[in-house]
């Protein structure tokens, strides 16, 4: 009985727990100036049970990641996972709307929403300009704004 009390303790505990990689930086990033606004982006991904789609998504997250770097003024990146979970979030920032919007308008990107979304029970979205001395945003701050202002897609 009392290994299933703190198995149940465990699993209760850590079922918010997540990982997070490094925000990283653009190499070829626009230099900031004193006034800079950019644009940040967290999305939010719940994705199914389904190990075969699962896979599908991860294997579109890499593939738009590396396409990342060749959006002219795309800044920098970061990802993060539930661990005993099912959801995933990613968060880009962008020197400016039309940047931003080109990206989500490229092959790479609209090839991943085709064919990894049916594999989601649901995402959402919020976008977010901030000064470009914020950057990198805080994890924290980013999930704030998504529950307040996020929009589900």
Known sequence: MMKLLVSAALAIGVSGCAIATPFEFAEDAPA????????????????????????????????????????????GFAKRLELFGDR????????????????????????????????LKGARFARVEMARSELPPDWSRMLELLDETGRSY
Not at 43 to 71: M, P, Y
């Open 88 to 119: 995933a979030w990613t968060m880009t920032a962008w020197a400016d709307t039309e940047s931003l919007d080109a990206f989500v308008r490229s092959d790479a990107h609209q090839t991943a929403i085709a064919e990894a979304y049916g594999g």
């Open 32 to 75: 900031p100036t004193s006034s800079s606004r950019v644009v940040v982006v967290i999305t939010e991904a719940q994705l199914g049970d389904d190990s075969v789609q699962r896979r599908i998504f991860w294997r579109h997250v890499t593939h738009v990641e590396a396409s990342l770097k060749s959006n002219a003024r795309f800044l």
